[in-house]
């Protein structure tokens, strides 16, 4: 059995590389060094001497909410051109198991909590990240169509907020978890007395190891098979002021943390219902403390080899 994994070298398409790589499984990567995923005709040249059994989408244009904010055209219009890209591929080579990666942004900015798979489209969605969202609720419709045109047992997976090695840590275009890490230890090694976070800290958020999801991602392959998105997360969420305090913790800083108000919390409370996927037998096996503990210890060594984005 050979999977192709795009987006390899991301937070995601890493950790997957990892997991089947340890279970024996002959994986092929796809990063811009292999193919062009933005290009067509590269990608479906591609695919037709790739012998893939299986691909897993885990490439995409991802950053928090100010990259969000200030990217929409590229946030739509490249991801749509990447997923559109790798499935047409996968079609004409004839993939008959494809994994689609989605993100929990999907669901309306004021969704009933826990969220259900089938609360999709039933309310306006969050405006700071609307753009990145919208394609990926294309992209689970044009799996859908897939499947109903072509009869492929193609599924989607929405994650849920995903950290672990290999994050982006890049202040300007990061997610709240890595971008707290860093902010931390550089406050610590710059003996500040505090460090100001943007928004109020009282907004919701549930967080899940990537090697987690690839866990996750193995067991859907086996076991599910449905035109339904399924959710995939822990089911627990926290405040991002005590998120912060934890990391603020674990780093080691023990300055005041101050709230700028003035900027956007995002959406209130996001987490997801897992209920699905557990009806699988799957249930995340790292703890947050443990996660982000292991996420600062490789944010450390790999940052003075200056191989960490940032």
Known sequence: MTIVIAGSTGLVGSAMVRHFENKGVQTVGI??????????????????????????????IVGGINANSKYPVEFLNDNLRIQTNLMEASHKSGVNRFVFLGSSCIYPRDSAQPIKEEYLMTGPLEKTNSAYAIAKIAGIELVNSYRKEFGYKWISLMPTNLYGPQDNFDLKSS?????????????????????????????????????DLASAVEISLESYDSELHMNIGTGEDLTIEELSSLISELTGFDGEILWDTSKADGTPRKVLDVTRVQKLGWTPKISLRDGIQSTIDWYKENSEKGLVRK
């Open 175 to 211: 997610h709240v978890l890595p971008a707290l890490i860093r902010r931390f230890i550089d406050a610590k090694n710059e003996n500040k007395s505090s460090v100001t976070l943007w928004g109020s800290g009282s907004a919701r958020r549930e967080f899940l190891h990537v090697d």
């Open 31 to 60: 990063n811009r060094s292999v193919v062009d995923l933005l290009d067509r005709k590269a990608t479906i040249d591609f695919f037709s001497t790739a012998k893939a059994e299986i691909v897993i989408d885990a490439a995409a």
